[in-house]
């Protein structure tokens, strides 16, 4: 088998996947949401380290602008103007 990663020794890997491959369900569902949490949380503090004058609704706007497009930004954007009339 060929290697995932290349700065992982092969013995190391197989042992990984093992281990990954034996987990249960809802022990590797625990591990991808972690993950997932985790790369939120740094996107959004790097974009707020990026726009340190941005007020917590601009950040989540540019949070969806940068991770899903600038057409469901701006659509996101329309409907929350609707939402505080």
Known sequence: MRTQSPDTH???EKVLISLIQNSSVAKRISKVRSL???TIKLSRRAIRRAN???DK???NFKFI???YGE???ALFREHMK???L
């Open 10 to 12: 092969p013995e190391i």
């Open 36 to 38: 997932s949490e985790s």
């Open 52 to 54: 340190p004058g941005l």
């Open 57 to 59: 609704t601009e950040l």
């Open 65 to 67: 602008s940068c991770h």
């Open 71 to 73: 057409k469901l930004a």
């Open 82 to 84: 609707g939402r505080s």
